[in-house]
T-cell receptor
Framework: GAVVSQHPSRVICKSGTSVKIECRSL??????MFWYRQFPKQSLMLMAT?????????EQGVEKDKFLINHASLTLSTLTVTSAHPEDSSFYIC???????????????FGPGTRLTVL | KQEVTQIPAALSVPEGENLVLNCSFT??????LQWFRQDPGKGLTSLLL?????REQTSGRLNASLDKSSGRSTLYIAASQPGDSATYLC???????????FGSGTRLQVQP
């Protein structure tokens, strides 16, 4: 089946620094990737939709200048948390949607997640 | 705006028991509904996906049903095992949209 990886799996950083999280589709091309955030004991909330070659679309309440998304290729999207603060500590999960015509079912595949802790 | 609710929030059962997890959604104009499993600190494992035209899907001891008109889905787990302990998430994909809307999950604990 389709595999999505995320790197790093866990990161601890100091307040005020920036952190980059990578999401890769390993065996298929993804024209669309999604970034979700999950706070402890809460569900996943969509942050933004990342489209290859164009600007990301952010959900209401998500600061686009704080959460920078770059979908530079059909297999890689990155989320950069700029000037991170303790309240940004969360579990970030990406998912990837396959490029049509690759014979993969019409669904999205999730990465294993990245645990961000901001001290 | 689509809202997805899961009941109960937590459930503890003895091993071997059959159980039902509930999911309800407010907007019936869905494309599909998906059930996921999430282990602590881990990502998501897709369990079952039901298209809007389907009534149910089965995989092993799992059976998911969908009643789109009433905005409900149930996940039935037969003969529960300690290894089934996890959080189960229901997610809905709205027509014309690719992103999923998730419920808050049911934390299941199966006691040996």
């Amino acid at each position: 089946g389709a595999v999505v990886s995320q790197h790093p799996s866990r990161v601890i950083c100091k307040s005020g620094t920036s952190v980059k999280i990578e999401c890769r589709s390993l065996d298929f091309q993804a024209t669309t990737m999604f970034w979700y955030r999950q706070f402890p004991k809460q569900s996943l909330m969509l942050m933004a939709t990342s489209n290859e070659g164009s600007k990301a679309t952010y959900e209401q309440g998500v600061e686009k200048d704080k959460f920078l998304i770059n979908h530079a290729s059909l297999t890689l999207s990155t989320l950069t948390v700029t000037s991170a603060h303790p309240e940004d500590s969360s579990f970030y999960i990406c998912s990837a949607w396959e490029r049509p015509g690759q014979g993969i079912s019409d669904t999205q595949y999730f990465g294993p997640g990245t645990r961000l802790t901001v001290l | 705006k689509q809202e997805v609710t899961q009941i109960p929030a937590a459930l503890s059962v003895p091993e071997g028991e059959n159980l039902v997890l509930n999911c309800s959604f407010t907007d019936s104009a869905i494309y599909n509904l998906q059930w996921f499993r999430q282990d602590p600190g881990k990502g998501l494992t897709s369990l079952l996906l039901i298209q809007s035209s389907q009534r149910e899907q089965t995989s092993g001891r799992l059976n998911a049903s969908l009643d789109k008109s009433s905005g409900r889905s149930t996940l039935y787990i037969a003969a529960s095992q300690p290894g089934d302990s996890a959080t189960y998430l229901c997610a809905v994909r709205k027509r014309g949209r690719r992103a999923l809307t998730f419920g808050s999950g049911t934390r299941l604990q199966v006691q040996p």
